[in-house]
């Protein structure tokens, strides 16, 4: 997967999780984040670091 197509689901996933009301409403609001600020108060959603690797042959 290319770094192109891991933002795309980095992306993607935000969208469905910040769409879905019920999750929203237990947080308090839209609290997902990449990188979470200093102040940033409990309950908040953290979206995990993504790895991508080339695994396709040389030939």
């Known amino acids: 997967m290319t770094q192109s197509a891991s933002w795309a689901l980095q992306k993607g996933i935000y ?6 009301t019920a999750l929203t ?3 308090g609001g839209v609290h997902i984040y ?4 200093r102040d940033a108060a409990y309950p908040y959603l953290t979206l995990g670091q ?3 690797r ?5 030939t």
């Open 15 to 20: 969208q469905k999780l910040a769409a879905d």
């Open 25 to 27: 409403q237990l947080m």
């Open 34 to 37: 990449d990188d979470v600020p």
């Open 50 to 52: 993504s790895v991508v």
């Open 54 to 58: 080339d695994w396709s042959t040389a």
